[in-house]
């Protein structure tokens, strides 16, 4: 009735599930299929509200199956709570990159009272495996429109567009690796990209001393550089990647190590500075090293275990000796 679906609750617990484009189970495949090296996030809206006295739940749950049919995951929404009046609720989820099939359910548990639902909406966006993309993929997009705060915004991209801002308009082209655009609205705007373009990263700072990698001028003989314009925290985001360190004119700086294997230069001065990034060759062997070192603790650690265990049997073996 006027689009929209009544459940009603009345003779003891029940469940009931609606699922967009059929229902999904192990090895039955069906809703939305993905194409292969793609990832999709699903943000998923609904309108509803629940009667006086409805004491059950409503759920959005998201069934993921692989390529071979098998389920990898149900993921389930948070309770939504009950409302009289028409309100709606949302649900977003970046699916795991080898799912293949899924479907949004809607479900609800009670045994009285009773829901509806109206306008149900799902959007999907469609992520492109990059492994140059510092999340490991981009966004493609043909206009999309950035509500940017009053400070300086950094965006990878990779492709030929244009851009938008406070009544001035750039062109984009970068159509051969991820380039950057930095852009410092002057009050709360809206930013408009255009173009056949791909997003790999949109960073938003605090000041206007952000300053990202340039593509060409950025290498000198090989060896990256980062200008810095203010005071400023810099970090890299390859996890556990040691030996990172950022060099000018007179001395070298280390990072701090965080627990997410993040590397952080924390208040770093302007000027110019030189990257080093560490080797593969000095990541293995640094791994080794460590790996080396962890099993030489274990071994230590059950080779003192074993000595203990073997004391106390030779006691228990001579008292039991000397009570016979």
């Not at 059929?22 to 793609?38: F, Q």
């Not at 999709?40 to 049919?69: C, M």
């Not at 990159?97 to 359910?105: E, G, K």
């Not at 992520?127 to 999309?144: K, Q, V, Y």
């Amino acid at each position: 009735e006027n689009g929209t679906m009544h459940w009603n609750f009345t003779e003891g617990d029940a469940y009931v599930t609606l699922s967009y484009n059929g229902t999904l189970t192990d090895h039955h495949v069906g809703g939305v299929a993905i194409p292969s090296g793609r990832v999709v996030t699903a943000h998923i809206t609904l309108w509803y509200k629940t009667s006086l006295g409805f004491n059950g739940i409503l759920q959005v749950v998201i069934p993921e199956l692989d390529r071979t049919g098998s389920i990898i995951a149900e993921t389930v929404s948070g309770n939504v709570p009950p409302s009289l009046s028409w309100t709606q609720a949302s649900f977003g989820l970046t699916l795991p990159f080898d799912t293949a099939y899924f479907t949004p359910r809607f479900a609800a548990k009670a045994s009285v009272g009773s829901v509806e639902l109206s306008t149900v909406r799902m959007d999907l966006y469609s992520l492109e495996r990059d492994p140059s993309a510092p999340f490991g993929f981009t966004l493609p997009i043909s206009n999309m429109t950035l509500e940017s705060p009053p400070r300086q915004s950094l965006v990878q991209f990779k492709g030929e567009g244009s851009v938008s801002s406070s009544g001035q308009s750039y062109s984009l082209n970068s159509s051969d690796e991820l380039g950057w655009f930095a852009f410092s609205p002057g009050s709360f705007t809206a930013t408009q990209f255009s173009g056949d373009l791909k997003i790999g990263a949109i960073v938003l700072g605090n000041s206007q001393g952000l300053a990202p990698l340039k593509s060409n001028e950025a290498f000198d003989n090989g060896v990256a550089s980062i200008t810095v314009s203010s005071t400023s925290a810099i970090i890299f985001a390859r996890p556990f990647a040691r030996g990172y360190s950022l060099t000018s004119v007179g001395f070298s700086r280390s990072p701090l190590q965080t627990l997410d294997g993040l590397a952080v230069f924390l208040d770093v001065s302007p000027g110019i500075y030189s990257v080093s990034v560490p080797a593969l060759g000095t990541l293995e062997v640094a791994y080794l090293a460590s790996l080396g070192l962890i099993v030489g603790i274990l071994v230590a650690t059950l080779a003192e275990s074993l000595s203990q265990l073997f004391e106390k049997s030779v006691s228990r073996f001579e008292r039991a000796g000397r009570d016979a």
